[in-house]
């Protein structure tokens, strides 16, 4: 089966998101991984309390404003939450902000 040929300059990229908001995108002249959504933040695997908790190597972020629309979500989430939960969030907000990100 051939593609008609207004097609031809058509493409389409899957790209498979963990639960913790990790994928693997082209990015410069090969691929990166990179955290492109807030994702399960509890998430045992790839999810960012797992991250934070274990002292692993952070996953950048796509760009800025996707972390800090990340960062933006993990407050009202703590402005909703008590006691040991709160403080959690507390920690993860400033380990995001921490967290690098690609630019370009």
């Known amino acids: 089966m051939s593609m008609p040929?207004?097609?031809?300059?058509?493409?389409?990229?899957?790209v498979?998101?963990?639960p913790g908001g990790v994928a693997v995108k082209p990015f410069a002249e090969g691929y990166a991984t990179m955290r492109v959504?807030?994702?399960h933040v509890d998430h045992a695997e790839g999810g960012?309390?797992?991250e934070m908790s274990r002292g692993l190597e952070p996953v950048p972020w796509q760009n800025e404003a996707v972390?800090?629309?990340a960062i933006e979500d993990l407050r009202r989430r703590a402005r909703k939450a008590e006691g040991e939960r709160r403080s959690e969030l507390v920690r993860l907000?400033?380990?995001?902000?921490?967290t690098p990100y690609y630019e370009g």
């Open 5 to 14: 040929d207004e097609w031809a300059d058509h493409t389409v990229a899957v």
């Open 16 to 18: 498979y998101v963990s």
């Open 37 to 39: 959504c807030l994702g």
């Open 48 to 50: 960012l309390m797992a």
């Open 67 to 69: 972390r800090d629309e």
């Open 93 to 98: 907000i400033q380990h995001v902000m921490r």
